[in-house]
Nanobody
């Protein structure tokens, strides 16, 4: 599957943004996660949604502010980001793991568990 992330931008603290991750391929058979990477820091898990029906998983740092939704008809996963903080700044990547992977497509917080990555979209939150 090929992934294309979009929707980033420059916003003030407290504002909202919605990122999109569009897939090209058998999208519904992949679990999709969002990661972000700030300058000088390791890529970190933000949240993800499984290929099976169920609630998304979120990092504690974004829980209650970010919401992930999935639209298989549009081959797109959305990351709605509200109440943005300065520390949310970074490049946001979407990643995919297939349901037939060794982990069964389980949403993982580990970068290495994902086989496909989008190109990233920059989110900058200013004061």
């Amino acid at each position: 599957v090929q992934l294309q992330a979009s929707g980033g931008g420059l916003v003030q603290a407290g504002a909202s943004l919605r990122l999109s991750c569009r897939g090209f391929g058998a999208f519904s058979t992949y679990s999709i996660a969002w990661f972000r990477q700030a300058p000088g820091r390791e890529r970190e898990f933000v949240g993800g949604v499984s290929w099976t029906p169920g609630s998304p998983l979120y990092a504690d740092s974004v829980k209650g502010r970010f919401t992930i939704t999935r639209d298989n008809a549009e081959n797109t996963v959305y990351l709605q980001m509200n109440s943005l903080k300065l520390e949310d700044t970074g490049i946001y990547y979407c990643a995919a793991v297939h349901r037939r992977s060794s982990t069964g497509g389980t949403i993982s917080r580990q970068v290495g568990e994902y086989d496909y990555w989008g190109q990233g979209t920059q989110v900058t939150v200013s004061s």
